[in-house]
């Protein structure tokens, strides 16, 4: 209820009264008691429709306090989603640094080990002449096969390593 409608609510049941005691006044020969019934009427009649007039306020101020509630839930559900939204994105970001590092990482290692096995092959290679160490031909195609490099017949390892 608001403090507009109490004012004039209870300024009109002042007025209500203050009438009645002047109107009590004229009813002591009972000359005006048909206007005072139709005063009481009218009276009463003003007070139904104020009192209607606050119902329906009321309901309707329940009606915006049930919307603003709703709406508060429906907020702090969405705020609470996005929350967890953002700290999952985040821990998937990290976790797809963390992979990209270790790739990374992967990827060197194997550049340093292709370079060392091709180090060995062209060892091989070069002392295959003297026998000191005979390459077996399955050796030889399994490091063709997994190693598609050409070795060269002198000096340091020249080819190029692809990842």
Not at 22 to 35: K, R, Y
Not at 107 to 131: A, D
């Amino acid at each position: 209820m608001s403090q507009g409608n109490l004012l004039q609510s209870s300024g009109s049941a002042d007025l209500f009264t203050r009438q009645i005691e002047e109107d009590n006044m004229f009813l002591t020969d009972g000359s005006n008691l048909p206007d005072c019934i139709f005063m009481f009427q009218g009276a009463e009649t003003r007070l139904e429709d104020q009192i209607s007039k606050l119902v329906v306020e009321k309901q309707e101020l329940e009606w915006q306090k049930e919307s603003l509630q709703h709406q508060i839930e429906m907020l702090t559900n969405q705020h609470t989603e996005s929350l967890t939204g953002v700290k999952k994105q985040g821990k998937h970001q990290l976790s797809a640094e963390l992979k990209d590092k270790e790739i990374n990482s992967l990827k060197e290692e194997l550049k340093s080990l292709q370079v060392i096995l091709c180090e060995i092959h062209q060892h091989l290679f070069q002392n295959r002449g003297k026998q000191i160490f005979p390459v077996p031909s399955e050796c030889e195609l399994l490091l063709e096969m997994f190693i598609p490099v050409s070795i060269p017949d002198k000096g340091l390892f020249s080819g190029q390593l692809s990842v």
